[in-house]
């Protein structure tokens, strides 16, 4: 079995800031790519930020600048720093990575689940 713990989430005021993190544990062979969507009430669940195991970033265009995703491949660990946080932030947050479980030649996609982030005064 994979699981996907994160934690880190909370209520912030606006500009405001908190890490997430995210720590993949179980029978684990190897982690290609890695993610953090998150889904607002009533909205579809978009994609935020993905780090690939060589560490190169993707950003969604309303958090470039002010998000800044990272891991820690010998922890299994995906972290978000979220900074100058705005109401339009609040979401749960979802992780996601791309594992290859031990015994099988083939990845799957595996989510966490969610923190919740709230902004407000």
């Known amino acids: 079995q994979v699981q996907l713990v994160e934690s880190g989430g909370g209520l912030v005021q606006p500009g405001g800031s908190l890490r997430l993190s995210c720590a993949a544990s179980g029978s684990i062979f190897s982690i290609n790519a890695m993610g953090w969507y998150r889904q607002a009430p009533g909205k579809q669940r978009e994609s935020v930020a993905t780090?690939?195991?060589?560490?190169?970033?993707n950003y969604a265009d309303s958090v470039k600048g002010r998000f800044t995703i990272s891991r820690d491949n010998a922890q299994n660990t995906v972290y978000l720093q979220i900074n100058s946080l705005k109401p339009e932030d609040t979401a749960v947050y979802y992780c996601?990575?791309?594992?290859?479980?031990?015994?099988?030649?083939?990845?799957?996609?595996?989510w966490g689940q969610g923190t919740q982030v709230t902004v407000s005064s």
């Open positions: 780090i690939t195991s060589g560490g190169t970033t």
């Open positions: 996601s990575a791309s594992i290859r479980r031990a015994g099988n030649y083939y990845s799957s996609t595996y």
